[in-house]
């Protein structure tokens, strides 16, 4: 089974930066979809960012220009890159992963997920 562990997360002040990693068991990045999504206070879970099995990464708008996604193999990990965060940004950050395909799922299809970890902005 998949286990995927979010780190990174904590307190940040406004216009600061922060980068989380998911950690996952085995070499999973070049077979999965892994992808970053969020839940805000009182918030429905907003997808952020995708990363394919091929390496294509994508982001929702609400964060394009300020958060990555990357994979860092040697470490087997995908971060998430945050920055210019402001208090709209604090949530708790998912890592989730699914199985690849010739597509990626819609991340509520997603089979696999990590604990979550908060991200706390202040203004």
């Known amino acids: 089974q998949v286990r995927l562990v979010e780190s990174g997360g904590g307190s940040v002040q406004a216009g600061g930066s922060l980068t989380l990693s998911c950690a996952a068991s085995g070499e999973i990045y070049n077979r999965y979809c892994i992808t970053w999504v969020r839940q805000a206070p009182g918030k429905e879970r907003e997808g952020v960012a995708r990363?394919?099995?091929?390496?294509?990464?994508r982001v929702a708008d609400s964060v394009k220009g300020r958060f990555t996604i990357s994979r860092d193999s040697a470490k087997n990990t995908v971060d998430l890159q945050m920055s210019g965060l402001t208090p709209d940004d604090t949530a708790v950050y998912y890592c989730?992963?699914?199985?690849?395909?010739?597509?990626?799922?819609?991340?509520?299809?997603?089979?696999?997920w990590g604990q979550g970890i908060q991200v706390t902005v202040s203004s």
């Open positions: 989730a992963a699914d199985t690849s395909r010739s597509y990626c799922r819609e991340w509520t299809q997603f089979e696999y």
């Open positions: 990363l394919t099995s091929a390496g294509n990464s």
